[in-house]
């Protein structure tokens, strides 16, 4: 059994007097302080008095993933609040913590301390399970790099464990069960063992990965990322419900008998009748006067294909463009599927044109600063270009860590990945938790990717 270990130390902070106060900019700005080397942000919030938090909303730079702190940089210096703490973090106040969520002795509190991360995934070069994880695991430790540079403290402990392998010794390592957060598992017959192993323990478990895991149910300590596909279908009908309720749909048949794309285009039809909202079924194969009959020219028009294939699509395209070529004042809006995503290079154009909704629970934008950046310290780091896959499993794994290490670090053991209970923009993988009656906690964040007519890209986060 291969382990893997590495850790993450909270650097020593180092007391500088301030080089030099600038004027104010700001009515809760007290002056500007200019980055030597070897400062930590956590040694700069000591420096004068703030807890990290209040350094980092005076400067919102510092919230993108993957910042740096570099020798030179200029940092504004609030004034402290009357509640802050010298450099450390403290939650708010909070109801009544439930059974799976009390409070914790001041010297074991998980926001005053080194956060310990276990990783339990197949983490090896045998086959693609284990490349994958690999590059998850790999994005994990970027994260850990980045909130070091805040000053968190991480301890990150990894296990390899392979498909068919017996968990036992991995649980019966002392620094499994002082764990305050365990990423896996990968494999559905190793639940079990995991969710009776974080429930002895009081240890978050988090599930990156599409397993089937029933202990959701009724385990209060797991987070489950991945959802279903009725769910994913369920909410897009609600947003696209929500977005186009003004808008005549055109549903258009692909004649592709291995899409399964029908039963979400037959749920959407069925919830616009029981609005009275009228819509019109059209054909890949019909005559331009019989396509053309199909969309309005009073409302504007949302196309749905009941195929997310490349070839359908560029098939509607080219007739939808013909279409506009006799009738240039008719309102087109694409609202397509998650596979879109792959197929930007060869469609980008029509993307943009035809103000193109893509609805997906991730979006990679390669054009993003922080990706970029990303992508660039895995090359420096680990000599190779990240997989091309979507999502990237690299970036994954920094989203998910990052999230829940951040989450931990400020409000202790009672986080729950509620939306909204920090600011952290993702690179890549929006996180949202709901609970799941009096189990654990699952994923429901999607986002609608927008190809606006003016060539931007947006992505409206739910």
Wanted: net charge positive; with cysteine.
């Amino acid at each position: 059994m291969t382990r893997i270990l590495r850790y993450f130390v909270l650097s020593v902070a180092v007391f500088f007097a301030v080089d030099s106060l600038f004027g104010q900019t700001d009515s809760n700005i007290r002056g500007l302080h200019q980055v030597k080397r070897k400062e930590t942000v956590f040694g700069i919030a000591r420096m004068y008095d703030l807890s990290i938090e209040d350094l980092i909303e005076a400067n919102p730079e510092m919230k993108q993933p993957g910042f740096e702190l570099k020798k030179g940089d200029i940092l504004k210096i609030p004034f402290a609040k009357p509640n802050s703490t010298q450099g450390v973090a403290v939650a708010p106040q909070a109801t009544a913590p439930t059974s799976a969520e009390k409070p914790v002795a001041a010297a074991d509190d998980v926001r005053r301390r080194a956060i310990r991360v276990g990783v339990m995934l197949p983490l090896h070069d045998i086959n693609g399970d284990g490349r994958r994880m690999v590059e998850y695991y790999r994005g994990i430790l970027m994260a850990c790099d980045s909130l070091k540079q805040m000053g968190i403290s991480v301890d990150v402990h990894a296990w390899n464990t392979a498909e068919g392998s017996d968990l036992t010794p991995v649980l019966a390592d002392k620094a499994a069960a002082k764990c305050d957060i365990i990423f896996g598992p990968l494999y559905s017959a190793q639940m079990d063992a995991l969710s009776n192993f974080v429930t002895s323990n009081d240890i978050r478990l988090v599930i990156p990965f599409s397993i089937s895991a029933p202990q959701l149910l009724t385990n209060r300590n797991i987070f489950q990322v991945w959802q279903s596909p009725t769910n994913i279908n369920d909410a897009t009908i609600v947003r696209y419900l929500e977005r186009f309720k003004d808008y005549h749909p055109v549903f258009i048949d692909c004649n592709d008998s291995t899409s399964k794309k029908g039963t979400f285009t037959f749920a959407l039809r069925r919830q616009l009748e029981g609005r009275h909202i009228e819509y019109s079924v059209t054909n890949l194969k019909s005559s331009e006067e019989a396509f053309g009959k199909a969309f309005s020219q009073s409302k504007p028009n949302v196309v749905i294909l009941n195929s997310a294939r490349s070839p359908e699509l560029r098939v509607a395209f080219a007739k939808i463009n013909g279409l506009k070529l006799n009738l240039p004042n008719l309102n087109i809006t694409m609202f397509g599927y998650t596979e879109w995503l792959m197929y930007t290079r060869t469609h980008l154009d029509n993307f943009y044109k035809y103000n193109t909704y893509i609805p997906s629970v991730f979006h990679y934008n390669p054009l993003s600063s922080a990706t970029a950046r990303l992508e660039q310290k895995y090359r420096w780091n680990f000599h190779a270009d990240m997989m091309q896959a979507l999502p990237r499993f690299a970036l994954t794994g920094f989203d998910h860590a990052y999230f829940f290490l951040m989450g931990l670090h400020k409000y202790g053991k009672s986080f729950n990945g509620a939306a909204g209970m920090f600011g952290y923009p993702p690179v890549q993988t929006p996180l949202a938790f709901e609970r799941m009656g009096n189990g654990g906690l699952q994923n429901h964040s999607m986002v609608f990717v927008h190809y606006t007519p003016d060539h931007r890209v947006e992505t409206i986060n739910f």
